[in-house]
């Protein structure tokens, strides 16, 4: 059965950091690209980072530059997404999903993620 299960979501305070991980079953990560996204209540969903197939390329939203990383574990067959200097704005569910297997290199801006997981609550607040 191929799956997508989020972990490592909680409760922290502002400027404190997380890491979610996005661990797959039924099918190896590494040929594909993986995204997460978050969803805060009564807002639409928002496209946080993309890692493609064979890391080639990687995408972060504004709002999240410079404080978000991707990367992928192809041992664990695993994504994570640290996340550092949360701010009260980051609180929402994170999901991730897969697209591929891409066989040539990828660019996250040409992919587009359609079945998301049912994610992980990250909630900043003091």
């Known amino acids: 059965q191929v799956q997508l299960v989020e972990s490592g979501g909680g409760l922290v305070q502002p400027g404190g950091s997380l890491r979610l991980s996005c661990a797959a079953s039924g099918f190896t990560l590494d040929s594909y690209a993986i995204g997460w996204s978050r969803q805060a209540p009564g807002k639409e969903r928002e496209g946080v980072s993309c890692?493609?197939?064979?890391?080639?390329?990687?995408y972060y939203a504004d709002s999240v530059k410079g404080r978000f990383t991707i990367s992928r574990d192809n041992a664990k067959n695993t994504v994570f997404l640290q996340m550092n200097s949360l701010k009260p704005e980051d609180t929402a569910v994170y999901s991730c999903?897969?697209?591929?297997?891409?066989?040539?290199?990828?660019?996250?801006?040409?992919?587009?993620?359609?079945?998301w997981g049912q994610g992980t609550q990250v909630t900043v607040s003091s």
């Open positions: 890692i493609s197939s064979s890391d080639f390329n990687t």
């Open positions: 999903a897969a697209e591929g297997p891409y066989l040539s290199p990828t660019y996250c801006d040409d992919i587009s993620f359609e079945s």
